[in-house]
């Protein structure tokens, strides 16, 4: 396997753009990643484009514009998962000797799909009695208050961390920071959840270029390696099963530790899939950074934040940078690369060396989730 | 047992049966080779891959695992509702609507039992039917 290091990174502001055309929202995300790389398009190889809600040949209609058709153009559809499954498809094929240079498009507009609640699973018998994304975590934190202590105000804190990063990145669709008292007296969602508690809907675009480590020289801009690509799909169980715990995701860390021979211990700055306040906290267990039971004491203790021990959501995760499904994989990556170049501005993590990113989900039934995506970084 | 009259008319159709006394029970499969309970009946099973599945009355009572009451509802749905997991006693768990009191919600871990309700509606107003569970009154 040969090393393969991202050389080009860029992603629009997240936010709802229903008046822009889908082939709009994706090329210039496309086009920066390129110019940020120092390359030109002739020298793109291949294309892997994931998006969820995008509809038939996303990245086609992304690359038309830019006339840069033409090579092989892989569309990935691995719901939330979508744009880190395309990144980690693409790593893949260049470590095996395929390509030498492949860019990644991580792109949605769910402005597309209206407001509210994101429609559910096609014959899925739970969505069919009235479960919904935001009802299926308010389960997992009313299950994880009841068996851990956890409470509300707890809970939002969460929110309340993510919207503080938020407020330093440009790129984010929530760029205010809000108080304890507006988040546990915003409107009712799913209970115990509140508007504040779930991720908003959006619109975005995100796109990298990777390039084949004997190649990297060549390039202008600071590599970031790849250290390892872990993607795995939820395991049907048809009994009882233990929500408050993220399968999918404990296991798929386990994999890429063992794969990377990087320990949670190693990570500097992490990006996880809060896509609702308790899962934030789940996922810090899950990936190892604390032990169960404990995750609320890790943020309250300040580890988590802007200056802590292993800030995680520096760009405000997805309750506050937004989560335009497919392409949130992307987005979390480009994130990473910017922080592990130092050019993260205002809400950069001093330093770090080693970066995790983290993306699950996909409501089906028996699975905790459809698939999880982690990808470890380093400089 | 006898199958419901109307099935268009329940969201999960032939997962409902109704016993002599006309007491709902809930239907799920039972593996003739190795024993798996599964919710709805699978046509293969997922541990075995045996095609023999036979329809198997659940058990009518189980534990509150989780529930949330939910406010923002898809298109055509009433709510507020509140869906839940329930823990049956043979060890399948279900998601379904809860009956409770909304403004006095129940503690997880309470016994609940199924019974047969209305979902929601079709835009022409037809009630659409599905099982939901409900506390158990214990004599005090
Ligand atoms: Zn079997």
């Known amino acids: 396997m040969r090393k393969v290091a991202v050389i080009g990174a860029a992603m629009g502001r997240i ?27 002739k020298h793109i190889e291949a294309v892997y484009c994931g998006s969820a809600y995008g509809g038939r040949l996303a990245g086609q209609r992304a690359l038309r514009p830019l006339g840069m058709t033409g090579v092989p153009v892989v569309n990935c559809e691995n719901a939330c998962s979508s744009g880190a499954t395309a990144f980690r498809e693409a790593w893949y094929a260049i470590a095996a000797g395929r390509y030498d240079r492949v860019l990644v498009l991580g792109i949605d507009k769910l402005s597309m799909l209206g407001g509210g609640v994101l429609p559910g699973q096609p014959e899925d018998w739970e969505v069919d009695v009235g479960l919904t994304m935001p009802a299926l975590y308010s389960m997992r934190a009313k299950r994880y208050m009841h068996e851990f202590g956890l409470t509300r105000e707890q809970l939002s804190k969460v929110s309340v961390k993510a919207r503080r990063h938020g407020a330093l990145n440009p790129y984010a669709q929530y760029q205010k920071p809000v108080t304890l008292e507006e988040v546990m007296a915003a409107r009712l969602v799913a209970e115990p959840f509140g508007l504040l508690h779930c991720c908003p809907t959006g619109d975005g675009a995100a796109a990298v270029v990777l390039c084949a480590g004997e190649l990297v ?22 009994g009882y099963r233990d929500i408050t715990t993220a399968e999918i995701t404990e296991r798929g860390a386990h994999e890429i530790y063992e794969e990377t021979g990087i320990s949670p211990q190693d990570v500097d700055v992490a990006e996880v899939h809060d896509a609702f306040a308790i899962a934030e906290l789940m996922y810090y267990e899950a990936l190892g950074f604390c032990k169960k039971g404990e995750a609320i004491q890790l943020l309250e203790s300040g580890a988590t934040s802007v ?21 949130t994989g992307a987005a979390q990556i480009v994130e990473m690369i910017w922080q592990l170049r130092g ?36 400089t | 047992m006898n199958a419901s009259a109307s099935e268009a008319n329940y969201a999960l159709p ?17 593996c003739a080779q190795c024993g798996a309970k599964v919710f709805p009946k699978p046509k293969i099973c997922s541990g075995c891959w045996s095609t023999e599945q036979q329809d198997l009355a659940l058990a009518t009572r189980g534990k509150l695992y989780s529930f949330s009451i939910v406010h923002a509802a898809r298109k055509g749905w009433p709510s507020p509702y509140a869906i ?57």
């Open chain 1, 15 to 41: 936010g709802r753009y229903p008046e822009l055309m889908f082939q709009d929202l994706g090329w210039p995300a496309i086009k920066g990643a390129i110019e940020d790389a120092g390359l030109e398009r």
């Open chain 1, 217 to 238: 020289a060549q390039s202008t801009t600071k590599p970031v390696w790849v250290a390892g690509a872990d993607l795995t799909s939820g395991r049907f169980v048809t």
């Open chain 1, 307 to 327: 200056g802590g021990r292993i800030p995680v959501n520096m760009s405000g995760g997805l309750l506050s940078k937004g989560h335009p499904v497919g392409a």
């Open chain 1, 343 to 378: 050019q993260a501005g205002a809400r950069q993590a001093e330093g770090a060396k080693v970066g995790l990113t983290h993306c699950t989900g996909g409501g089906i039934a028996g699975l905790d989730h459809g698939a999880c995506a982690i990808t470890i970084f380093k």
């Open chain 2, 14 to 30: 032939g997962t409902i049966s109704f016993d002599e006394a006309h007491r709902p029970r809930l239907m799920g499969g039972l």
């Open chain 2, 84 to 140: 839940a997991y329930v823990d049956l006693d043979d060890g399948v768990r279900i998601c379904a609507p809860l009956e409770a009191d909304l403004a006095h919600p129940p503690t997880l871990d309470i016994t609940v039992e199924l019974i047969v309700g209305t979902l929601r509606a079709h835009a022409d107003g037809t009630p659409v039917l599905s099982h939901r569970f409900k506390p158990v009154q214990e004599a005090r």
